[in-house]
């Protein structure tokens, strides 16, 4: 693999080796400058002709090192390797040949050993093997050359020249093979570290966005690793960061016990456990446990198995099964709630003829019994009914512009005249702002906000507000506040969904159902809780506010009341 095909980490490795070499050229040139000129100290038949090639060698290697590009040469032959390697081949002979004429001690033979090593490790087979012929060459070429100039008998020489060129071809090719290897352990580990961060990145995008909660734990249940939905169950415990000990935690001891009670039996568990949080409901969980593989552990090794939690808010699991029986019901429903609806009006108005004819008071008490019951079941087959009416009416409705203050504060009064003993605050601040809302549709909406408010509220005359703001760049909004307790977590996350309700006596249909007509207008309905400055000081409160949109309304969009139809 050459390094404009590899990986880039494996580029950089054989960028780091390419300039290693580089460097190690220059301290060569260095050591056999600094050789010459102490052999020339020491009186040593050193010519000038040694001093200039050692120094021309140095000026060239750091040239290649400094001055010029240090990207590293392609593996095949190149005049890139000609300029490195083959500068090296030519300084060696040379610096051999000038020190058989000057009788220089010095052999520079060995030297000829880097160059093959060079080549061996950052070229191709063909490149090294190449490197160490041309060593031999050169080698017998010196060896000739002596025989010649001294006439004496050369097979000596040309049989050491032999001998060390067969140990440069030898290094050559073992240097290579080992190069090699190390290049596919290499591109091996770098295959496996490139798998490791996709898995990780794969299993924290899964983790993050999975719709339970996900903890794992070792055997001193310390957590290790919490997704957002598991944080939010685990409220405060979360704050320092992971890992963190649950044991501290008395009111979390149920999971634990089922976690020790995993790790004890090496096997799966599930069960349904309660939650007490401190000023808060019970809250039931839906746990299931799964350990990590106890095969390949070390005998002194106590806490690499890992014990992995699934947790299910049971609250959230009872909405979500209501919602889909709902959805499958809802034609029906529909359908038996508009049939029951005429016999209703026909029993009503027979009930209220009746009444009029009757004169015992025990009659009038049986008649005023029917007419109860029976307007009670038109309000339950009304409730049925109202999911699709509320989508007929919002896909045919279109947004008028309403002036802000005057709208709410008639609807406040009218809701005002239903609930007397609640006494309502009204600051009205958007003089002259019109908002593009139905006035029929912003007034169901307040009027749900203000029924589920006065529900939590406390005794005190101030305790539920309604407010409003407009003008400027800011968009309008109106907001219904109330000093009721907060919200538990698990009721917040599911606030706005279908059929979810903390409350036996709801649908949980009016959140869901003001948060649509919202959204047809454009407008965003949202939750917050908020202090707000009273008489009695600032005080902390559940605030439902509308946000009005300046621009004309998108489409609307599907929801879930496109499904149900009379």
Not at 197 to 209: D, L, N, W
Not at 363 to 388: C, F, G, P, S, Y
């Amino acid at each position: 693999m050459t390094p404009s095909a590899a990986t880039p980490a494996e580029g950089q490795a054989f960028t780091r080796l390419w300039s290693g070499f580089l460097s190690a050229r220059v301290l060569v040139a260095l050591a056999l400058l600094a050789l010459q000129l102490t052999g020339l100290a020491l009186g040593q038949p050193v010519t000038g002709a040694l001093l200039g090639a050692s120094g021309a060698y140095l000026a060239a290697t750091v040239a290649q090192r400094w001055l010029r590009p240090t990207a590293p040469a392609p593996q095949h032959a190149s005049v890139r390797w000609l300029s490195s390697i083959g500068i090296d081949l030519v300084t060696w002979t040379g610096l051999q040949f000038l020190q058989l004429q000057s009788q220089d001690p010095m052999n520079y033979a060995p030297l000829y050993g880097f160059s093959v090593l060079m080549a061996g490790v950052l070229g191709t087979r063909t490149t090294a093997l190449g490197t160490a012929a041309a060593a031999t060459i050169a080698l017998l070429a010196l060896a000739w050359w002596a025989g010649v100039r001294g006439g004496t008998d050369a097979t000596g020489p040309y049989l050491g020249a032999a001998l060390t060129g067969t140990a440069y071809f030898i290094v050559a090719w073992l240097a290579h093979q080992l190069s090699a290897r190390l290049l596919r352990e290499q591109q091996h580990a770098e295959q496996s570290r490139m798998a490791a961060r996709t898995q990780e990145a794969i299993s924290h995008m899964v983790m993050e966005h999975a719709n339970d909660g996900v903890l794992v734990l070792d055997r001193r249940s310390q957590v290790r690793l919490a997704n957002p939905v598991a944080q939010a169950l685990l409220g405060q415990s979360t704050q320092g960061g992971t890992p963190f000990a649950l044991v501290p935690e008395a009111r979390w001891q149920p999971l634990v016990q089922l976690v020790h009670q995993t790790f004890a039996e090496a096997q799966a568990q599930a069960a349904d456990i309660t939650i007490l949080h401190e000023g808060q409901s019970p809250m039931g969980l839906r746990t299931r446990t799964w350990l990590t593989t106890t095969r390949h552990r070390a005998a002194d090794d106590a806490f690499d198995i890992l014990c992995v939690v699934f947790l299910q808010d049971l609250r959230a699991m009872e909405a979500q099964l209501r919602t889909e029986k709902m959805a499958a019901m809802g034609r029906m429903s529909a359908a038996v709630a508009h049939e029951i609806r005429n016999p209703l009006a026909a029993i009503l108005q027979a009930n209220q003829l009746l009444q009029e004819e009757l004169t015992d008071a025990g009659q009038q008490r049986l008649a005023h019994m029917v007419r109860q019951n029976a307007e009670r079941l038109k309000r339950i087959t009304e409730d049925v009914l109202d999911i699709a009416r509320v989508q007929h009416q919002m896909g045919h409705a279109g947004s008028t512009a309403l002036a802000l203050d005057s709208t709410v504060q008639r609807i406040v009064q009218e809701w005002q005249v239903s609930h007397p003993r609640q006494a309502t605050c009204v600051a009205l601040q958007a003089p002259g702002t019109q908002v593009p809302f139905d006035a029929e549709h912003l007034r169901r909406v307040l009027v749900n906000l203000l029924d589920n408010a006065q529900r939590h509220v406390s005794g005190a005359s101030d305790a539920l507000q309604v407010l409003t703001q407009g003008g400027g760049d800011a968009p309008a909004f109106v907001q219904v506040w109330s000093d009721g307790a907060p919200l538990e977590k698990s009721v917040e996350q599911h606030l706005f969904e279908p059929f979810f309700s903390s409350e036996s006596r709801s649908s949980g249909l009016g959140l869901y159902i003001s948060r649509e007509l919202c959204q047809r207008h454009g407008a965003r309905l949202h939750y917050a809780r908020k202090p707000l400055a009273l008489a009695r000081g600032s005080t902390e409160g559940n605030a439902f506010t509308i946000t009005f949109r300046a621009a004309s309304r998108p489409a609307g969009s599907a929801a879930l009341f496109d499904t149900i139809v009379v």
